[in-house]
């Protein structure tokens, strides 16, 4: 007789069809649904110009959660503009920009000035 271990992902007190025999596996797909529980919540939350039923909600959120790494790849170097400056740029029709971003250009030009001194 042989003994197997098997783990099974208990959500909202239902146990989903998906059985993993590692754990590691279990606990990394258990984390996947809580990002896509997170992102449909997100979604939900969104002002759209259209109206977005439950189902598919949960398939885009669930479908984003699943291929994480390559939508971060695509949202690397976005920057995002707080709500005051959207109104700022919404009335002079380019957004300005941060001043941190300011400050990194000023130590930036500083540097190749520097450089072209030596």
């Known amino acids: 007789m042989a003994v ?17 025999s590692v754990k590691k596996e279990a606990d990394a797909y258990d984390k996947m649904l809580d990002a896509a ?13 259209t ?3 439950d189902g598919t909600i949960r398939s885009v959120s669930v479908y984003l959660a699943k291929n994480a790494p390559q939508v971060t790849g695509f ?4 920057r995002l503009i707080p709500p005051a400056e959207k109104e700022k ?10 001043p941190a971003a300011a400050g990194a ?3 930036a030009a500083a540097k190749k000035a520097d450089k072209e001194k030596k």
Request: proline share 4%.
């Open 4 to 20: 197997i271990t098997r783990y099974v992902i208990v959500r909202d007190g239902v146990e989903l069809d998906k059985v993993f």
């Open 37 to 49: 529980d997170n992102l449909a919540d997100f979604i939900r939350e969104g002002e759209f110009d």
């Open 51 to 53: 109206e977005l039923d």
């Open 75 to 78: 949202l690397k170097g976005v």
């Open 89 to 98: 740029a919404g009335e002079s029709g380019s957004a300005p920009k941060p």
């Open 105 to 107: 250009r000023k130590k």
